[in-house]
């Protein structure tokens, strides 16, 4: 059965910063994966999504994401944080056949002035 | 485009009160589906539809009435809710359901609901 497992349930930076959010993931298929971002009382934005081509997966707003199969993970990664960029983050496998959406328990980040 | 639209963006109902929420998107998208998010958790999900036909219900009390009239439109009707159902209600959509393994699920604002 697929799923994903995000490490941290709370992420503090400062601004200017890197931005790591750690999701490892378990599938017996080549997955497919995303990342959704959460800013307070809004919907789900799509950042990006890996289907099996290029393993680093640029999304919106500079985020960047690396498949490793070796190591079954999918981590976000943004080279500076920005006030903007806090949230809530979900790492998110689609499961193999259909479009049911297996969701990690989300990380918050949060960003310092 | 890639807009999913959501009325209202809050709903204060009591116990007894019947009301309904509404989704919408123009997409050309023939998948849509329900979620209800509780605060600090994931989305959970409630119903799919697929080409305007019921085809997830997640065990869902019958409480919550969906209803998709057309390839566009997602309503989700409420009777005799709890508190316990005071949530946000998330509705997505995608191309199609039980398909391409690329197909990505886009989600509205939401609804704030809570029930008294």
């Known amino acids: 059965a697929q799923s994903v497992t995000q490490l941290d349930s709370h992420v503090s930076v400062s601004e200017g910063t890197p931005v790591l959010l750690r999701c490892n993931y378990s599938?017996?298929?080549?997955?497919?994966l995303f990342w959704y971002v959460q800013h307070p009382n809004k919907g789900l934005q799509l950042l990006l999504k890996?289907?099996?081509?290029?393993?680093l997966v640029k999304g919106i707003n500079g985020f960047e994401a690396e498949f490793k199969k070796s190591e079954t993970s999918f981590h976000l990664t943004k080279p500076s944080a920005h006030m903007s960029d806090a949230a809530e983050y979900f790492c998110?496998?689609?499961?193999?056949?259909?479009?049911?959406?297996?969701f990690g328990a989300g990380t918050r980040l949060t960003v310092k002035p | 485009d890639t807009e999913v639209t959501q009325t209202p963006k809050h709903l204060v109902m009591g116990m007894t009160n019947k009301k309904s929420l509404k989704c919408e998107q123009h997409?050309?998208?023939?998948?849509m589906y329900w979620y209800k998010q509780k605060a600090k958790k994931p989305p959970e999900l409630m119903f799919v539809?697929?080409?305007?036909?019921?085809?997830i219900n997640e065990s869902v009390p019958s409480r919550f009435s969906p209803e998709c009239p057309n390839s566009s439109l997602l309503n989700l009707h409420l009777h005799a809710l709890q508190p316990e159902d005071s949530a946000l209600y998330l509705c997505?959509?995608?191309?199609?359901?039980?398909?391409?393994?690329?197909?990505?699920?886009?989600f509205g604002p939401g609804t704030r609901l809570t029930v008294l």
């Open positions: 997505a959509s995608s191309q199609a359901y039980n398909t391409s393994f690329t197909d990505t699920q886009y």
């Open positions: 599938s017996s298929y080549s997955p497919s």
């Open positions: 890996y289907t099996s081509a290029a393993t």
């Open positions: 998110v496998v689609r499961v193999y056949n259909n479009n049911d959406m297996r």
């Open positions: 997409m050309g998208h023939r998948a």
């Open positions: 539809y697929s080409y305007e036909k019921l085809s």
